[in-house]
Structure formats: C-alpha cells, structure tokens
C-alpha cells in the first residue's frame, strides 16, 4: 500500500498497475521454454495449461519479451493456432518469426490474416520458403512494387513469369471467421497448375539431356509421381504432403509430419508404396531435405531402405499408419506369363524331351531276357 492524501483524516490507497509484469514476463517465458522442449515427442503434454496461462499473462508481458516468446514459439510446430494467429498479428518485430516461418498456418490460414495486416507484415510472407502461387497472387494484388520485387527474388515460386503479373487472378474469397483446421482449403487451380506447368518443363529438359548423355530413357511416370516431383523440385514441402495425404487417403497431419521429419526412413516407404523409382525417391529426398543433398552416406542408407521392402511391405506399414486409399495404386510387378501359357510350354518341352530321346550317356541299355 502507498500513502498518499488524507481523507477525512484517513490515509488514502493510491491504486495503480499491479507490479507483477515483469514476474509475469518471467514465468510465461519460462513456460514457453518448457513447452518447446517437448518439440519431437509423439505426444505434447500441457498444451492447454500452456494456452490459458497464455492468454493470461500475455497482455502483461513487456515488448522484448514478446519477440523471444514469438521466436520460440514460431520454431514449434505443436504451437497452438491461436496463440500463432495472436503473435502473427501483433506489431512486426514480434510478428516476423511466425509470418516468416512458422509452419503451423496452412495457405488458408495466410491467406485469411492477409486483408488485416500491413505491407510490411507482407513483405516478411514474400519471403516465406513454402509460399505458394496463389498467396503469391493476392500479395501481387496489393499493387505494391517493393512486394513485388520481394517474391521475384524467392527461389520457392521461381517467379520469373509470375512476377511479371502473367495470369495471376486470386480466387480465394475471405472469410469473417476464423477457418476450421480441419476442413481442407480449396486450393485455385489456375496459378498451381501453371506453375506445375513450368516445373514440369523445366524437370523434362533435364531429362533430355541426360537422354543426351547416353543414359536410358526413364518409364513414363505416374501422375502423382509427376506432381510429387515438381512440388519437390520447388521444396514445397506442404504441397508434396497435401499430394500425397489425398493420394493415399491418409491424414494430412500425419503425412506433413512423415514429409517434414529429417529421418526420411517412412517417407522412403511411402514413395516406394505409391510406385516411386528408385531414382524419384532420392531425386524427391535431395530436393526436399539438405541433410540428404548434402551427406552420400545419407542418402545411401535411405536407398538400402528402400531396396530392402517389398513394394506390398511398404503399403502394410502405410495401412498401419492410416492410409486407407491404397487400392487405385498398382504395385510394380514383373511381367510374368499367364498360368495356361506356361504350362503349354512346359507339356510342350516334355513332349520334345521324350520324343528326341538321345543315346545312354552311361553303361549300355539293359535288354528284356
């Protein structure tokens, strides 16, 4: 209590603002701390202990603070939608981490937060390395030249003809409530399939010369294969999960964590259960995971993996993990003859053995007495 000016002869309360800040400020970062060790594990406990000592003592907490919290927290994948929608729309230095990296907002979620933040906040998604043609439309949308400069440069879109404004007409129309997770977003066709279009161009024109060089010509390859491949090629990690959650009929949560993790042991089984080469996978691995480009050994032991199961014993450990669309996807299989065909050649090949006997190769024939 502070003493301050009598009244009626009673010493009266100054009130003010509680001085628990900076003891708030210590234990929510702390807490964040403690949650994001659990980063890796199966399963993430305290979650919501976590999001309501969150939404308690956030408004408390100074503005330095804040910005260590956001860059913990942008690093976590298991941080909760809210609390990342809270940090993405708050004041820039706090907010960059998450517009920047966090992999919890799925294109919709971005693409949803677009309309209520500035060209500033903008600029730091332009840099996004899973940004996607359609985000890259609305930003373009915006007019705003320093925007567009930012997304010609990023590697992800390669962005040589988006950039120019060619065919760039966002079709996403936004919404006042909050988007459900679970409810998968309507990806516009136009600008994906056109930069598919490129992509697939240029993985042609490397195949090309690699037919130049004297190599055999691949097999023609699968649909899926080819859209897997050209989302790799531009290390888009969320659409090559999303291509193969649908493919499968798998949770896409699940897949985006198998596509994300550094130990690619499941997601080498996965491509070959789905009729990925020998080849496309590693192509795949290299393109989406530097530690595999960049260690031989790496990639080595992956492929071993890969020779060592049966394309059947790769989709049983898929349908262990949920996927449930497995029937449309037909296992390679050796060209084998048919079952009647066989056996007319082997009844045939008797039928010449006993007809053209030839001479005894050992003693002489023994004759009937």
Not at 225 to 236: E, G, I, S, T
Not at 254 to 266: D, F, R, T
Not at 307 to 324: E, I, P, Y
Not at 337 to 358: C, E, F, K, S
Request: aromatic share 6%.
């Amino acid at each position: 209590m502070t003493l301050g000016a009598t009244i009626n002869n009673k010493p009266a309360r100054v009130y003010s603002t509680p001085p628990h800040n900076a003891h708030r400020a210590r234990i929510l970062y702390d807490a964040t701390i403690q949650f994001c060790a659990q980063q890796g594990r199966k399963k993430i406990e305290g979650t919501e202990e976590y999001k309501t000592l969150f939404n308690s003592f956030i408004k408390d907490v100074d503005h330095r603070t804040k910005k260590l919290i956001s860059s913990h927290l942008a690093r976590n994948r298991a941080t909760p939608r809210s609390i990342a929608y809270y940090l993405a729309l708050e004041t820039i230095e706090i907010a960059a981490p998450f517009l920047l990296m966090s992999q919890v907002f799925w294109e919709r979620d971005i693409m949803q937060m677009m309309h209520k933040l500035s060209n500033s906040h903008l600029l730091i998604i332009a840099r996004r390395s899973d940004i996607t043609p359609a985000i890259a439309g609305v930003l373009m949308a915006r007019g705003d030249n320093l925007i567009n400069q930012v997304l010609s440069k990023n590697p992800t879109l390669r962005l040589n003809h988006v950039a120019q404004g060619k065919n760039i007409t966002p079709t996403y129309q936004f919404e006042a409530e909050e988007p459900d997770r679970q409810t998968p977003a309507e990806m516009p066709q136009k600008p994906v399939n056109e930069l598919l279009e490129l992509a697939q161009l240029a993985f042609k024109g490397k195949r090309k010369q690699n037919n130049n060089g004297g190599e055999k010509p691949p097999n023609r390859q699968s649909p899926i294969v080819v859209r897997m491949l050209a989302h790799a090629n531009l290390r888009n990690r969320v659409m090559v999960a999303r291509e193969l959650a649908d493919h499968i009929g798998m949770s896409f949560e699940k897949v985006e964590k198998i596509v994300y993790h550094e130990n690619c042991e499941s997601l080498v089984l996965f491509l070959k259960g789905i009729n990925f080469s020998q080849n496309e996978a590693a192509q795949l691995l290299k393109n989406l995971h530097n530690n595999v480009a960049d260690n031989p050994a790496l990639l080595e032991r992956f492929m071993g993996l890969y020779n060592r199961f049966s394309t059947s014993q790769c989709r049983d450990v898929m349908k262990n993990l949920g996927a449930k669309n497995l029937l449309n996807t037909p296992a390679h299989q050796p060209q084998a003859p048919d079952q009647p065909t066989l056996n007319q050649a082997v009844a045939a090949r008797q039928r010449q053995i006993t007809q053209h006997q030839g001479p005894t190769l050992f003693g002489t024939e023994r004759r009937s007495a």
